[in-house]
């Protein structure tokens, strides 16, 4: 299964919704708090290019935000990415 990173903040709806997606499907994941981890929201942002929360990354994919997630899982290739297959090709 692949490496699953998702950045948070406290009183964030959408990113307890894509936690909820991630824990429907069985999916450990790291959480990064940007509003307690010292330099969060600027990694965050350098590598998402976006200042919102959630930010999820599956392996070396940057999903998105919850909404993106959730188009994923719906397109049927969230099981694959999690399962550490490459959805690109």
Do not use: W
């Not at 903040?9 to 990064?32: P, T, W």
């Not at 998402?48 to 999903?63: C, D, K, L």
Request: proline share 2%.
């Amino acid at each position: 299964m692949s490496e699953v990173v998702i950045y948070t903040s406290a009183f964030c709806g959408y990113c307890s919704a894509a936690k909820n997606i991630l824990q429907r499907k069985g999916a450990s994941f790291s959480e990064v708090r940007i509003d307690q981890v010292p330099g969060a929201r600027e990694k965050m942002m350098e590598l998402s290019g976006r200042r919102t929360v959630p930010q999820i990354f599956i392996g070396e994919h940057h999903v998105g935000g919850h909404d993106d997630l959730l188009a994923l899982d719906r397109a049927g290739d969230l099981d694959r990415l999690l399962g550490g297959e490459d959805i690109n090709g």
